[in-house]
């Protein structure tokens, strides 16, 4: 092969590797950093972009995207001198790849250093009570700070989190302690409360089965009065119109007399330990005359029997 074919492959390798390193190309949700002997120069978004090759130098990938960070426990003491161990989640992302490359050396280093003196700062003004339960309140100044702190960084702070508290072993066997306490107050207070209702619905219970009870014997009461009316009522009723058939037939002495003493044999027949009498005794035999005159003791004629008047005289 000639000298210049050799030269022409040569320049065309050189060639190759020139567009090769030109080229360069930045994936989506990712930022490059381009620097020209040195110098910054500019930003690669995502897509295909053209580098001067041996004169711009192209830094890592920087990812865009949101970043969660979870970083070690760290000794935080509260306001009433208690050392407790705090770990920390952040959740940042990257908004400026120049600001991150020269912004902070090891940001990710910085961030979790200022994550545990803001922590420190924070929880040291709060007791231990105020610490357990004020987490929200903590998470929120902590974000506030935190974003505050790293916008010359180029790193946005979305959400800090407190994921574990945990509190020296005594001071965890004194909170079990006072929890099982307050658990066993609230089961008797429930208890207690139970116990009243119940004993308020069986004494309401018991009252309203009185008041029944009570309105079940009034009406039975009533009833049974009513019945008692009634039968009164009907009572004279038939001796009113027994009397009035009495009166309207005109009855004779001898049925008064009768009836007089039907009165007198039920009066002997009662409880009573005297029977008055009364003096005038021709009275009872005047009655006694009157009755056998009224009544007529006819004998009953047999079939075919004749009269003893009629009867002939025996033949001598």
Not at 81 to 98: G, P, R, S
Not at 202 to 231: N, S, T, Y
Not at 251 to 261: D, H
Not at 271 to 287: A, D, F, M, R, Y
């Amino acid at each position: 092969m000639p000298w210049w074919g050799i030269t022409l492959v040569v320049i065309g390798v050189l060639v190759l590797v020139v567009a090769c390193f030109s080229v360069k190309v930045v994936r989506q949700a990712h930022a490059v950093v381009v620097e020209r002997l040195g110098k910054y120069i500019k930003t690669l978004d995502t897509g295909i972009h053209f580098i001067l090759p041996f004169f711009d130098r192209v830094s890592r990938p920087i990812s865009l995207k949101e970043i969660v960070a979870d970083f070690k426990p760290q000794p935080v003491i509260t306001k009433d001198n208690v050392t407790m161990q705090i770990d920390t989640v952040v959740y940042f992302q990257i908004t400026d790849a120049k600001l991150y490359m020269y912004g902070v050396d090891q940001p990710i280093r910085a961030i979790e250093n200022l994550t545990a003196t803001t922590l420190r700062n924070i929880v040291g003004e709060l007791e231990l009570d105020e610490t357990l339960t004020s987490r929200d309140t903590v998470n929120t100044k902590m974000r506030m700070i935190l974003d505050e702190a790293t916008d010359p960084w180029g790193i946005k702070i979305n959400r800090v989190e407190l994921k574990n508290i945990l509190p020296p072993r005594d001071i965890q066997e004194a909170m079990e302690k006072q929890m099982r306490a307050e658990r066993e107050r609230r089961e008797q207070i429930l208890r207690a409360e139970g116990e009243k209702k119940s004993a308020i619905l069986v004494a309401e219970g018991e009252k309203e089965a009185k008041i029944l009870r009570a309105e079940a014997d009034k009406r039975a009461a009533i009833l049974e009065a009513e019945a008692k009316q009634a039968a009164l009522i009907a009572t004279a009723k038939g001796e009113s119109e027994a009397i009035n058939l009495i009166n309207s037939a005109n009855p004779s002495p001898a049925y008064l007399t009768i009836q007089g003493f039907e009165a007198l044999k039920t009066l002997a027949d009662g409880q009573s330990t005297k029977i008055i009498v009364p003096s005038e005794i021709q009275n009872i035999s005047g009655l006694l005359a009157s009755l056998k005159e009224s009544v007529d003791f006819k004998p009953i004629k047999e079939k075919g029997a004749k009269p003893q008047s009629e009867k002939k005289p025996a033949k001598k």
